[in-house]
């Protein structure tokens, strides 16, 4: 089933996240592809998260294509001009990729390039809307295109720390439908009682929201997490949990699949991310009844 076609069926969207690999050897990624193949409904393709320098996204979302899988490719405004995204979006059609996501980009100071310069020229809302006008014929100089592009477009909620960021990433989620999103990525949730309530307000969007859900390598990674990204409150009854398991590989594994079974009557899906543990994906499913 075709993305856009799975969005408006109301039904509970499974999708997974999957890094390019830093160079061309693709038989990771590519292995680690056909495992899902039947299994998700989409992969998404991350455009160099985190400032570090990989594989294009585009090239890896014709690989995952190729393998028979719905990809969904993100577009970075931290690296390219508007021209520069405007001509990736014509080639993402060209190439057979619809499904299209934009996002800000994380700072290169968190990268492994610092001497890069970031370019953010637009921010994901005028990137969403050049690809609106795009599909309508127009680029963003009012220059009329020969052929429509047809956008299947996304957008992400950035994390919120307490009430006040809530009501602006609410706000932002807004201003991304009004400009052509179809669907919201969520941040990943650790609490499904704190996103429960989130998700009352969010209600109101008109388009599906996807939750993600961080597969949890050790309790290092939970502290490292609690500490360093804003928004993130994993509990110390998981990080117990993580602690005390004999195989805390496993209980991770669990840990994500009770998350998405949890997630399934509050949102439109989950996003799994595994963070180059792709290999474990379909534990994951497997443990999560899918």
């Known amino acids: 089933m075709a993305w856009a076609d799975k969005l408006k069926s109301n039904e509970f969207a499974v999708v997974a996240e999957m890094e390019t690999p830093k160079g061309v050897d693709i038989s990771d990624f590519v292995a680690a592809a056909r495992q899902l193949k039947?299994?998700?409904?989409?992969v998404l393709v991350p455009d160099m998260s985190f400032a570090v320098m990989r594989l294009c996204a585009l090239s890896g979302a014709v690989v995952l294509k190729q393998q028979g899988l719905e990809p969904i490719v993100q577009f970075s405004c931290r690296d390219r001009n508007r021209?520069?995204?405007?001509?990736?979006?014509?080639?993402?059609?060209?190439?057979?990729?619809?499904?299209?996501?934009?996002?800000?980009?994380?700072?290169?100071?968190?990268?492994?390039?610092?001497?890069?310069?970031p370019v953010y020229d637009l921010t994901p809302a005028t990137f969403l809307e050049a690809a609106a006008g795009m599909a309508k014929g127009v680029d963003l100089a009012g220059q009329e295109l020969k052929g429509k592009p047809k956008f299947c477009l996304g957008a992400r909620i950035e994390p919120w720390a307490d009430p006040a960021e809530m009501a602006?990433?609410?706000?932002?989620a807004k201003t991304?439908?009004?400009?052509?999103a179809a669907f919201l990525v969520a941040p990943a949730v650790f609490d499904l009682a704190a996103?429960?309530?989130?998700m009352k307000q969010a209600k109101g969007l008109g388009v599906p929201v996807i939750?993600?859900?961080?597969?949890?390598?050790?309790?290092?990674?939970?502290?490292?997490?609690?500490?360093?990204?804003?928004?993130?409150?994993?509990?110390?009854?998981?990080?117990?949990?993580?602690?005390?398991?004999?195989?805390?590989?496993?209980?991770c594994v669990k840990i994500a699949a009770e998350t998405i079974k949890g997630l399934k009557p509050l949102c439109g899906g989950a996003l799994i991310i595994t963070a180059g543990w792709e290999d474990r994906l379909p534990e994951i499913l497997d443990a999560a009844g899918l």
Do not use: C
């Open 38 to 42: 039947g299994r998700v409904d989409a």
């Open 176 to 180: 991304a439908v009004s400009k052509g």
């Open 195 to 198: 996103f429960a309530e989130f």
């Open 168 to 172: 602006q990433r609410l706000a932002e």
């Open 83 to 117: 021209l520069a995204l405007q001509a990736d979006l014509l080639g993402a059609q060209v190439l057979g990729i619809s499904n299209v996501m934009a996002v800000a980009g994380e700072p290169v100071a968190m990268g492994d390039h610092l001497d890069a310069k």
């Open 211 to 251: 939750a993600g859900v961080l597969l949890l390598k050790s309790v290092g990674m939970a502290r490292y997490l609690n500490q360093n990204l804003p928004g993130v409150a994993i509990s110390e009854e998981t990080i117990r949990r993580i602690r005390s398991a004999s195989d805390r590989t496993a209980e």
